[in-house]
């Protein structure tokens, strides 16, 4: 750990070390990159999250910058900023299917550090209802198959089945 002594000199004397305290302190640096952002999509907005990173550069974290791109990160844009307790962020006005990048960077008295890894996703709208149910007397139903958008599958289709009287 780096130390500064201080000693008094003037034209008749330099005085010893116990004449003066000596300091310890750590140089401060921008902290590392946060860890394991991971992306969750929904309709038109991505929620994010992400660990700490390992090294807040020798002083307290300030907060997190969160930046988006639409260009495959060829150019970024300031999503949000977070307090420094706070792990998540939710992006929001953007388009469904369109692909997004998105990257963290911890903030402390020195300065942004160095971005997180780099996440992709696109939120998805919520799926249409079937089209071409049938209903027979016995209770048979038939569906289209299920179908993907992008990333999401409808897995399955539910019925529900009430009495109807006119």
């Known amino acids: 750990m780096p130390y500064h002594k201080v000693t008094n000199v003037n034209n008749v004397a330099t005085s010893g070390a116990t004449a003066s305290t000596i300091v310890t302190a750590m140089p401060k640096t921008t902290a590392s990159a946060p860890q394991s ?36 990160g060829r150019t970024w844009t300031n999503a949000l900023t977070t307090g420094p307790a706070t792990l998540t962020a939710t992006i929001t006005g953007l388009t469904n299917g369109v692909a997004y990048v998105f990257r963290v960077s911890a903030m402390n008295s020195a300065g942004t550090g160095a971005a997180s890894s780099w996440v992709t996703s696109a ?22 198959t299920p179908s993907c958008l992008l990333s999401t599958c409808i897995l399955r289709y539910l019925t529900e089945v009430a009495a109807y009287s006119q």
Request: glycine share 10%; hydrophobic share 40%; net charge neutral.
């Open 37 to 72: 952002l991971t992306p969750v999509a929904g309709d038109r907005p991505i929620a994010l999250t992400w660990t700490a990173p390992v090294d807040n550069g020798g002083v307290s974290l300030t907060g997190y910058a969160v930046q988006r791109s639409a260009d495959g």
């Open 123 to 144: 939120p998805v709208a919520p799926p249409a209802a079937p089209a071409s149910v049938a209903a027979y007397s016995q209770l048979r139903h038939g569906y289209l």
